[in-house]
Nanobody
Framework: HVKLAESGGGSAQSGGSLRLSCAAS????????MAWFRQATGKERERVAR????????EYPDSVKGRFTISRDNAKNTVFLEMNNLKPEDTAMYHC?????????????????????WGQGTQVTVSS
């Protein structure tokens, strides 16, 4: 069983930066697809970033591309989300999630339903 714990959330001004961390129990992090999702009040959970921790391949939706960077430290079983040039619309609860790799790759669909393990989330609030 894998446990995920997020940290690093808080408040920032528009244009500011925050760095989120997701610590995982066990050594599965070195061979997993780990992702960040976010959910704003009254909205559906949406993808933010994901990384194949085996080959470090990353993916981002257009909404955060160029502003957010996901990375991993397999030795520390931790994944990070560096968020720069924050905007008020980035305000949400941020969750990290994990699923085991499929043939050494993340799932093709990037559906949140494919992620077996989830953290409790950390709140990010961006003011204008």
């Amino acid at each position: 069983h894998v446990k995920l714990a997020e940290s690093g959330g808080g408040s920032a001004q528009s244009g500011g930066s925050l760095r989120l961390s997701c610590a995982a129990s066990g050594d599965i992090v070195s061979r997993a697809c780990m992702a960040w999702f976010r959910q704003a009040t009254g909205k559906e959970r949406e993808r933010v970033a994901r990384i194949n921790t085996r080959d470090a391949k990353t993916e981002y939706p257009d909404s955060v591309k160029g502003r957010f960077t996901i990375s991993r430290d397999n030795a520390k079983n931790t994944v990070f989300l560096e968020m720069n040039n924050l905007k008020p619309e980035d305000t949400a609860m941020y969750h990290c999630a994990l699923h085991r790799l499929y043939n050494n790759a993340c799932s093709a669909s990037w559906s949140l339903y494919e992620y077996n393990f989830w953290g409790q989330g950390t709140q990010v609030t961006v003011s204008s």
